[in-house]
């Protein structure tokens, strides 16, 4: 009863609750009407309806008495051991506060040592892990779906999160930073300023910069219109900076719309798009951090993630300078049975994943292996799925598909270590 200010409330809840429960069992019993003896009749009540129709004062089923007293006694033993008469607790001593940080405590238990593995990982390698994932799309069902979707394609105003075009940046550092603090996005009004002609001067340059149907002549005359008014915050060239959250203009992406009258309309009235933080939605307890850790994770792997720029490396003169080597092949083992990529593999698979992010011509070649033990079948099928779990750690960590080799499963030979025949080899062609 805290969220009473004055002490009146409680004692006026607590009487009329009393006098309530009290008063429906005097009411009852004085009009329970005795049982009858074997054949005496019962007494006609003192009224006639439509000239000939009486009533008996028969007595109430004695089950139905047996069930609302019982409701009345329920009621009573419920007042003494839990909350409900004013401020008094219940000799119990329970409250939903109580239950939920009991729970909370509880779920801390059960969840911190699975968190506390994927915190010791980047977020490269916990985008690949499926586990991580399972996690991650839970989270983002709870927290993000409502405005990006439960494919997390978005709509209009909400920006898709499976391609390649970011607002803010699509690192991991950036999405992490856009989750824990969310983002306001605004656009000034320009209708005043650029009048209608203006407007739509200004609508067909920023459509032919992205190479769409517009008015030539129309677009020639929005070109000094956007270096004065739009370059500032969308770049003299259209391409954005995420700095600031300003879209790219040259590409085909389209948060609001990209026929002339909606880019007309965005002109004249202006955009606010706010996402909210979620540094407070997700609570306040041990496991938030890693619980922003998956999320990102989650949006980092959905598609769209690009890996970090490297730090340029300090300048060396030409005859110093030599190309990288190119590493070996790197080989990832999994448990027996298992398609799913350990943390071991998943760091052993970086080197490529370095070397591939600094190289973007070279190509990557995927190799599965089985033994000749068991179905044959069974066996590639296995392969090939263990296979797809390190394309898809490539594709998660910037790596498309089309620099991706998949080779057919392969059959190892001898009677080496076991383990080399639950490998799958990543090789720089």
């Given at each position: ?10 004692i006026?809840?607590s ?10 069992w ?9 049982k009858l ?5 019962p ?6 309806w ?8 028969n007595?109430?089923?004695r ?8 409701t ?8 003494v ?37 994927f ?10 892990n ?18 990006h ?7 209009k ?15 991991p ?12 996005g ?6 005043e ?5 203006g ?6 340059y ?11 002549a129309?677009a ?6 956007f270096?004065?008014n739009?370059?500032?915050?969308h770049?003299?060239d ?9 879209p790219?203009?040259t590409?085909?992406?389209?948060l ?9 309309e ?31 994770a ?24 030599a190309?990288?080597?190119?590493p070996q092949?790197?080989?990832m ?16 698979l ?22 000749e ?6 066996n590639?099928?296995?392969?090939k799925?263990?296979?797809?779990a ?20 392969e059959?190892t030979?001898?009677?080496g ?10 090789s720089?062609?």
């Open positions: 009863m805290s969220d009473f200010t004055s002490g009146f409330w409680p006026y809840i009487v009329i609750t009393a006098v309530s429960i009290i008063g429906t005097v009411f009852i019993k004085s009009h329970t009407t005795r003896q074997p054949g005496e009749k007494e006609l009540i003192g009224h006639t439509d000239g000939d129709l009486q009533d008996f004062d007595p109430l089923p089950w139905w008495l047996g069930l609302f007293y019982g009345l006694i329920f009621a009573a033993v419920y007042l051991l839990w909350p409900g008469m004013g401020n008094f607790a219940g000799v119990l001593g329970w409250t939903s506060l109580q239950e939920y940080e009991d729970e909370v405590k509880a779920a801390e238990a059960k969840f911190q040592p699975v968190y506390a593995g915190m010791k990982q980047d977020i490269a390698t916990v985008a690949a499926p586990e991580a994932r399972a996690i991650g799309k839970n989270l983002f069902l709870t927290y993000c779906s409502q405005c979707g439960s494919d997390a394609a978005g709509a105003g909400f920006p898709n999160l499976t391609d390649h075009d970011w607002l803010y940046g699509g690192d550092a950036t999405i992490q930073a856009t989750i824990t603090d969310g983002r306001a605004v656009m000034p009004a320009l209708g300023a650029l009048g209608p002609q407007m739509k001067e200004v609508a067909n920023v459509l032919s910069l992205s190479g769409r149907t517009h008015d030539a129309l020639s005359a929005g070109n000094a219109k270096a004065e739009c370059a500032a915050c770049m003299p259209g391409t954005g900076m995420q700095a600031m959250g300003a790219n203009l590409d085909k992406q389209w609001y719309g990209g026929s002339e009258a909606a880019i007309i965005s002109i004249a009235k202006g955009r606010n798009g706010v996402m909210p933080g979620m540094a407070q939605t997700l609570g306040t307890t041990s496991n938030k951090e890693a619980k922003l850790h998956l999320l990102t989650y949006v980092y792997g959905l598609g769209g993630g690009v890996a970090k720029a490297a730090e340029p490396a300090p300048a060396v003169p030409a005859a110093e300078a190309a990288p080597a190119s092949a790197a080989k083992y999994f448990d027996s049975g298992k398609a799913e990529m350990s943390a071991e593999a998943s760091a052993a970086q080197t490529i994943i370095d070397f591939a992010t600094a190289n973007p011509a070279a190509r990557i070649a995927i190799s599965g292996f089985h033994d033990t068991g179905s044959a079948a069974a590639a099928e296995l392969a799925n263990r296979a797809k390190v394309r898809d750690a490539l594709m998660a960590a910037g790596i498309v598909e089309d620099r991706i080799d998949m080779r057919k499963p059959v030979t001898g009677q270590d076991p383990a080399e025949a639950r490998r799958v080899e990543a720089i062609i």
